[in-house]
């Protein structure tokens, strides 16, 4: 007996869901594809959980339409969908043991009792749990407690499996390890999985594809990659990595690149579509280049801040452009604070955004610290 | 001046004075009155000990002790099924309407002494009470065909009626405290609301479910108004045969050989409640 995956596409078509007066979605479409790791990803109360939710069938749409492969699932009760939910909370049942636990869809589903333990005993063994059945929940650590979940989860080979934020109630250490593990299972099985977060690193290490959310709608999506190197807007520039969101002027330019000014730079950088005159640009702080010394033609820069963290070094620079985070990762020759530095950008981590609606006061105030 | 100091701390001092108050309650209000029944069912008149009031007891009153004990059991188990479908449709409910309606309505009988409630339900379960009348009214009988509910299944509807909102509001207590994500994973494993009343938050209440119960069985043994206004006719409860021997007698000795038995009855229950509680309290 082998745990196989039925995976199948996950579709919204202008999905809302309001409570009231609060639209907790609002139009949000996207596609996943069958077998692929989608995460949502955004600050708390942009709507993750609740998208989740109304995949699985626990809250219902107010408009739009929702697709499970090939089917229209917008009003299918919660019961009749094929999807497994692993909670943030685990929501064990404590009065049940391990096996109990993992075998309870298969018990409801009216599969026999042999066929189930055997299929539980599988579950159990992919999260490396085959000699704990008998313990009861509140024997277990957070932990194993959070692999119960994901095995009474791939139990019952669901066509959609879904995680919001399983790892948030485990300790730093644990919450890499597990993260992988799930990862792993997800890749083996095929398993089409859509998983919350709002840790931007979880998501760029275990994700296909991310869905950042930003009140209620879709602020961007793509692969880790494309978010992390042509972020839309400073929102997500800002939430995916760190980055320095400076005013800039788009001085012209045609087809794929355009010159930009950047207080007294001047750097060629890739754009679609740019018109001159102002613009905002994301610079990572790990593109940021310091050299020490005053250099006469260069980015003038006074080092207010400087903070050592053991493999690199963070800085705050005051320049013509603000006030700049940097990370540099040349710790054995620290800049102290008070000092004239050089700065210069490399052109990896230099990105023009270029959305009319941009508002990076908005960004940086509704994303964590 | 040390010494007062030291007994002001010392915790022992302090935890007994604690619960001296709780103990002498106990004492006067429980032990002593328990212990000079039992001892006065146990004694002749002319002195020294017989069972001559029970022997009396039992000639006189055994179909009523059989009666209370039926009619307490049954509205107890009746209880439990309604109190338990309440608070699982306050649980579970799906139209938000409908709980909000049931949660605001199903407290009242809470507020209302057992003698109204008694009275209340002389006139509507009476032969032409506003029960049969609405029955007639609606023409599902001929008023010819109508009867009194105001014997055995008059104590159990009023018992009912009065208890169930008691145990009701306990029970939908523990359940509204139950983690709702788990009640939600039941529903993505694919589980319907009954079932997962009955297999998973059944399981988690039930020892809130016993206690509500034996309460009210405790309760229900010692009313002593339901009875005498519904039914008072024979067989009828050992509250009624305890107040008419004193009344009617003078006869102590047989009341408090009734007192006594009733007190064996919930004395069980109340042994069943504490292993209860132990089991709880052991629990990890
Ligand atoms: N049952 C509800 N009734 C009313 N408003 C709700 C309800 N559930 C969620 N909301 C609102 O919808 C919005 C989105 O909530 P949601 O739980 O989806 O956020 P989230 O992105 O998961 O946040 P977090 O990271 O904090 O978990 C919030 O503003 C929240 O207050
Ligand atoms: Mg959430």
């Not at chain 1, 955004?42 to 939710?53: M, Q």
């Not at chain 1, 879709?218 to 807007?233: S, W």
């Not at chain 1, 929102?235 to 010159?259: M, R, S």
């Not at chain 1, 320049?319 to 604070?337: C, I, K, M, N, R």
Request: proline share 5%; net charge negative.
């Amino acid at each position: 007996m082998t745990i196989t995956s039925h995976a199948a596409s996950v579709r919204f078509e202008n999905v809302t869901k309001a409570y009231g007066a609060v639209v907790a979605v609002d139009r949000v479409s996207f596609t996943i594809e069958p077998g692929q790791l989608v995460t949502l990803l955004g600050p708390s109360g942009c709507g993750k959980t609740t998208t989740l939710r109304l995949i699985a069938g626990l809250e219902m749409a107010t408009d739009g339409h929702i697709f499970i492969g090939e089917n229209d699932v917008t009003k299918l009760p919660v019961t009749d969908r094929d999807v497994s939910m692993v909670f943030q909370s685990y929501a064990l049942f404590p009065h049940m043991n391990v096996n109990e636990n993992v075998g309870y869809g298969l018990k409801v589903s009216g599969m026999k009792k042999r066929e189930a333990q055997e299929r539980s005993q599988e579950a159990l063994r992919l999260v490396g749990l085959s000699d704990l059945g008998e313990r009861m929940p509140a024997a277990l650590s957070g932990g194993q407690q959070q692999r119960v979940a994901v095995a009474r989860a791939l139990v019952l080979e669901p066509q959609v499996l879904l995680f919001d934020e399983p790892l948030s109630n485990l300790d730093a250490k644990l919450r890499r390890r597990v993260r992988e593990e799930v990862r792993e299972i997800q890749q083996n099985l095929g398993l089409t999985t859509v998983y919350v977060t709002h840790d931007q690193e979880e998501a760029l290490a275990v994700s296909d594809r991310i869905v950042v959310m930003k009140n209620a709608a879709i602020a961007q999506e793509g692969t880790p990659r494309e978010l992390y190197d042509h972020p839309a807007n400073s929102f997500v520039a800002d939430f995916i990595g760190d980055a320095n969101i400076v005013e800039g002027t788009i001085l012209g330019g045609g087809g794929e690149t355009a010159n930009v000014r950047i207080g007294c730079l001047e750097m060629e950088l890739p754009c679609r579509s740019a018109s001159a005159g102002p613009a905002k640009i994301a610079i990572r702080p790990e593109a940021i280049r310091l050299s020490a010394g005053d250099h006469g033609t260069g980015m003038r820069g006074t080092v207010r801040k400087a903070t050592y963290l053991g493999n690199h070094l963070e800085y705050t620079i005051e320049t013509e452009v603000g006030p700049l985070f940097v990370s540099d990762p040349h710790v054995e020759a620290p800049v102290a604070p008070g000092e004239i530095v050089g700065v210069q950008f490399e052109h990896r981590g230099v990105t023009l955004i270029n959305d009319p609606s941009d508002d990076a006061e908005r960004a940086s105030e509704s994303s964590p610290q | 001046m040390m010494s007062f100091h030291r007994v002001l701390h010392d915790e022992r001092v302090w935890s007994f004075a604690l619960v001296a108050p709780a103990l002498v309650t106990v004492g006067l209000l429980f032990i002593y009155p328990l212990g000079f029944s039992a001892v006065s069912a146990f004694s002749a008149e002319e002195g020294g000990w017989t069972f001559a009031n029970f022997i009396k007891a039992f000639d006189l009153y055994s179909n009523d002790i059989l009666f209370t004990v039926v009619i307490v059991s049954l509205s107890t188990v009746l209880i439990g099924f309604f109190a338990i479908a309440i608070g699982g449709y306050l649980t579970l409910g799906e139209n938000p309407y409908a709980v909000a309606i049931l949660k605001w309505l199903y407290r009242w009988p809470l507020f209302i002494p057992f003698i109204v409630a008694a009275q209340l339900m002389r006139t509507f379960l009476a032969k032409n009470g506003l029960m049969n009348n609405l029955i007639v009214g609606s023409g599902l009988l001929e008023p010819m065909q109508t009867q009194s509910f105001l014997d055995w299944r008059g104590i159990v509807i009023t018992f009912v009626w009065k208890q169930t909102p008691f145990v009701a509001l306990l029970v939908a207590g523990a359940m509204a405290s139950l983690d709702r994500s788990m009640i939600e994973s039941a529903r993505n494993l694919g589980a319907s609301r009954i079932r997962i009343l009955v297999e998973i938050i059944l399981p988690q209440v039930r020892p809130t479910i016993v206690v509500g119960l034996i309460l009210s069985f405790v309760v229900m043994m010692s009313v002593l108004s339901v009875p005498i206004m519904i039914n008072a006719q024979t067989p009828t409860m050992l509250t009624v045969d305890m107040a008419f021997r004193i009344n009617a007698y003078g006869d102590y000795g047989v009341a408090n050989a009734l007192g006594f038995i009733s007190y064996l009855m919930t004395g069980v229950v109340a042994w069943i409640y504490l292993r209860q509680g132990v089991r709880q309290g052991a629990a990890p």
